[in-house]
């Protein structure tokens, strides 16, 4: 089964830093990957996704993550985070045409003025 | 178009009482699934529902049911309540049509707390 494994629990920076969340995921089968960011007392919003084709993923509000099936990584990118940016993120993948997807236990992003 | 919406927002119950918690997915999506968010377990995927069948389920005691109506409208019960079972509550909805990696949507969530 796959499964995700998030490596940093907390990631304290200041502002205008740049950011790297880092996600591994293990798979014995092809997989999509995704990255969902949750403000206080809020649902998940889809930050970006990797299905196929380009390694490099852009996605919203200036994050982008590489997917390098080598390492089985799939790390999220931003160069120059805000106050704003504060939240927790999830990395989470899914094997196919299904619902089931299996998150990381997330990050938590504290961005400091 | 209007997003995921789930309801009742906050709700607290005794344990031993039993609870339903709704869901609206997005306009045109026929596949529901459910995942319960707590601090110690995080995210873990319950079940999914596409066009009124059971697709999938997690691993997850028989007191955690759903159902999908026809207009893919979803409810999810727990019987028997354990303190264990206070948990953010988030469901999700997507085309479902075949299309692999289909981007899910997530509602805000219902908070449920069991005293």
């Known amino acids: 089964a796959q499964s995700v494994t998030q490596l940093d629990s907390q990631v304290p920076v200041f502002e205008e830093a740049p950011v790297e969340l880092r996600c591994n995921y293990s798979?014995?089968?092809?997989?999509?990957l995704f990255w969902y960011v949750q403000y206080p007392n809020q649902g998940l919003q889809l930050l970006l996704k990797?299905?196929?084709?380009?390694?490099l993923v852009k996605g919203i509000n200036g994050f982008e993550a590489e997917f390098n099936k080598s390492q089985t990584s799939f790390h999220l990118r931003k160069p120059s985070v805000h106050i704003s940016d504060t939240a927790e993120y999830f990395c989470?993948?899914?094997?196919?045409?299904?619902?089931?997807?299996?998150f990381g236990a997330g990050t938590r992003l504290t961005v400091k003025p | 178009k209007a997003g995921v919406t789930q309801t009742p927002r906050y709700l607290i119950k005794t344990r031993g009482q039993q609870v339903t918690l709704s869901c609206s997915p997005i306009?045109?999506?026929?596949?529901v699934s459910w995942y319960q968010q707590t601090p110690g377990q995080g995210l873990q995927f319950l079940f999914e529902?596409?066009?009124?069948?059971?697709?999938n389920k997690g691993n997850f005691p028989g007191r955690f049911s759903g159902r999908q109506f026809s207009n893919s409208r979803s409810e999810m019960n727990v019987s028997t309540l354990e303190l264990g079972d206070s948990a953010l509550y988030l469901c999700?909805?997507?085309?479902?049509?075949?299309?692999?990696?289909?981007?899910?949507?997530f509602g805000e969530g219902s908070w449920l707390t069991v005293v």
């Open positions: 529902y596409f066009s009124e069948t059971q697709r």
């Open positions: 989470a993948v899914t094997k196919g045409n299904n619902n089931d997807m299996r």
């Open positions: 990797y299905l196929s084709g380009s390694t």
């Open positions: 798979s014995s089968v092809s997989v999509y």
């Open positions: 999700a909805s997507s085309p479902g049509q075949g299309t692999t990696g289909n981007t899910i949507y």
């Open positions: 306009s045109g999506h026929r596949s």
